[in-house]
């Protein structure tokens, strides 16, 4: 669920509205904090030449506080501008809250990383040619498991759009699938069943646990599970898809116990920021189970993007300005976002309520949180 289908042809108004929030006066003298013109003008691109419906950034700068940005419009019907305060469907990026999550559990020697699902869950995976006893809870993490993804199963997002699915089902849907070629292969299945793990050692609900864990201690204000609910709690912007007659269909509601553990969660660029700096500041987990997040392979560009390697739930990416990049990128019907931590400790969300629908507009989507993230402060 990181990257939609490429299905449409493009058309649409946008307009442009920018905000910049003030960090409060420090004591020391403070770097001359600039406007983010290069960030603005890559963000721009995506509404007024990609014609995408909106499109929203924000930056938390350890040294220059947050700065916003919007273009587009958020609702296509009343042309309310596109802010990046809204809560929107974060996708794949829930697959970071879930591995993080089993990686505290993992960090208190409840659950080993290198030790075969067959011991967590007995006889999930005994059928389709896999083998329980031989996928390990590290390689479901890193995609490197094997599985087929069930998302695979659905030709189209109204398969599943109105449907309860509960964690086994979906396991089972990916088992009737060919297996995977070896490597690598991006699983939202692999997820499912990591979610699964830490219901069964923790003895709670994922949703319970990830809300303890990483939810309440950083407040996420705007972070929460919707389970079965259809809606978008709270601001939001509309979610939309182009249509192969080149008109927008709205996927604003949408039950996404399809991802669950992969990719359920609803939260906002702030949220998504505060999330990927407590990372590596170690608010979350303590620096050996960092360092196994960080352990990559590499990726599929065809599935992530050029020079990406991927972790435990982590995408690591080089950066033109030095250093590597940390973070994840969601796709699900109407809604697509992109987000990480530099070295500097800048973080950057990005986030669009319409599915980028060309190879040019993805890379313009990356080029975003590239910019943003290594853009010089004047």
């Known amino acids: 669920m990181i990257r939609h289908r490429i299905t449409a042809l493009l058309v649409a108004a946008a307009t442009v509205t920018v905000t910049a929030v003030a960090p409060a006066p420090a004591r020391a003298a403070r770097p001359r904090c600039g406007d983010h013109d290069a960030t603005r003008t890559a963000l721009e691109r995506m509404t007024r030449v990609h014609r995408l419906t909106g499109a929203a950034v924000r930056i938390d700068d350890p040294r220059c506080g947050a700065w916003t940005a919007g273009s587009g419009v958020a609702d296509r019907r009343t042309h309310r501008p596109m802010r990046a305060d809204l809560r929107v469907r974060v996708a794949s990026i829930t697959k970071t809250f879930t591995a993080a999550t089993l990686l505290g559990l993992a960090a208190r020697g409840r659950i080993s990383l290198d030790a075969p699902v067959e011991r967590y869950l007995p006889g999930l995976l005994g059928r389709g040619g ?30 599943f759009r109105f449907r309860h699915f509960e964690p086994e089902e979906l396991v089972a849907r990916a088992l009737t699938l060919p297996r995977p070629g070896p490597g690598w292969h991006y699983s939202t299945t692999n997820y499912v069943i990591a979610g699964l793990i830490v219901e069964k050692v923790s003895g709670h609900p994922l949703e319970d646990e990830v809300r303890r864990r990483i939810i309440e201690p950083l407040r996420l204000r705007d972070t929460y599970w919707p389970g079965d609910g259809t809606r978008i709690r709270g601001p939001h912007p509309r979610g939309y898809i182009r249509t192969e007659t ?120 990356l080029d975003i949180a590239r910019t943003a993230l290594c853009e010089e402060n004047r």
Do not use: K
Request: glycine share 12%; with cysteine; aromatic share 8%.
């Open 130 to 159: 896999h083998d329980g006893r031989e996928i390990t809870v590290r390689s479901l993490l890193r995609h490197t498991s094997g599985l087929p993804d069930h998302m695979d199963t659905f030709a189209s997002g109204e398969e």
């Open 246 to 365: 080149g008109a927008w269909a709205d996927r604003t509601e949408m039950n996404t116990s399809v991802a669950w553990a992969g990719g359920a969660l609803i939260s906002s660029p702030r949220d998504v920021n505060r999330f990927f700096a407590a990372l590596p500041g170690g608010r979350l987990l303590p620096p050996a189970m960092l360092a196994e997040m960080r352990r990559t392979v590499p990726a599929d560009p065809d599935r992530v993007w050029d020079g990406a390697s991927y972790g435990l739930g982590l995408i690591g990416t080089p950066l033109r300005c030095g250093g590597t990049w940390w973070g994840h990128a969601g796709d699900i019907d109407g809604f697509t976002s992109l987000a990480g931590v530099a070295p500097s400790g800048r973080t950057v969300t990005v986030v669009f309520n319409e599915n980028p629908a060309t190879q040019e507009a993805w890379n313009d989507e």
